[in-house]
């Protein structure tokens, strides 16, 4: 791989059934990011997702279906203890600064992207994004309207973790 843009693609993880398989956003997920990672966007993928539906954490339900997808293990790292964005971001950064990585495409839904990206930004991770293309259904206007409030609540939550890590 030739001069990728970014030196880690960081997925996003999604619920997952109780019985540890990817649920409909997860796979969605995955898939877009192996996508990113065989168009030469970087040249590893950094699955990001603990426990929070099964006893398996999202990552490695996301590990399997990237290799599945024709990935190796070699090129696929896991974040294993982050449950919502913030958190996504705190574990993320630490595995980046230990892995010398500075620049990273994030991937998730497009309607969690605007919030996804604040949060890694405002923890001053330089990140672009490339947003999964999602079709309207029931659950995804639910999560619209669910990001709108986040969206609305996340300033403060940063603004707090950041005053308490000084």
Excluded at 48 to 61: F, I, L, N
Excluded at 77 to 97: D, G, P, W
Excluded at 110 to 121: A, D, I, K, Q, V
Aim: charged share 20%.
């Amino acid at each position: 791989m030739s001069n990728p843009a970014f030196d880690v693609i960081i997925v996003l993880g999604a619920a997952q059934k109780s019985d540890g398989t990817a649920g409909p956003a997860m796979a969605r997920r995955v898939r877009h990011g192996v996508k990113c990672f065989n168009q030469g966007r970087a040249g590893v993928v950094l699955m990001a997702g603990g426990r929070t539906t099964s006893d398996v954490p999202e990552c490695e339900t996301m590990a399997e279906l990237a290799q599945s997808e024709g990935l190796s293990p070699e090129t696929i790292y896991q974040e294993a203890f982050s449950t919502r964005t913030l958190e996504n971001a705190i574990e993320c950064q630490k595995i980046m600064v230990d892995k010398g990585w500075r620049t990273a495409l994030l991937v998730t839904d497009g309607y969690h992207m605007p919030r996804s990206l604040y949060t890694f930004r405002a923890l001053g991770i330089d990140v672009s994004g490339n947003a999964v293309p999602f079709s309207p259904t029931p659950y995804t206007f639910v999560a619209i309207l669910r990001e709108t409030v986040a969206r609305l609540i996340y300033p403060g939550k940063i603004k707090r973790y950041l005053v308490e890590e000084q």
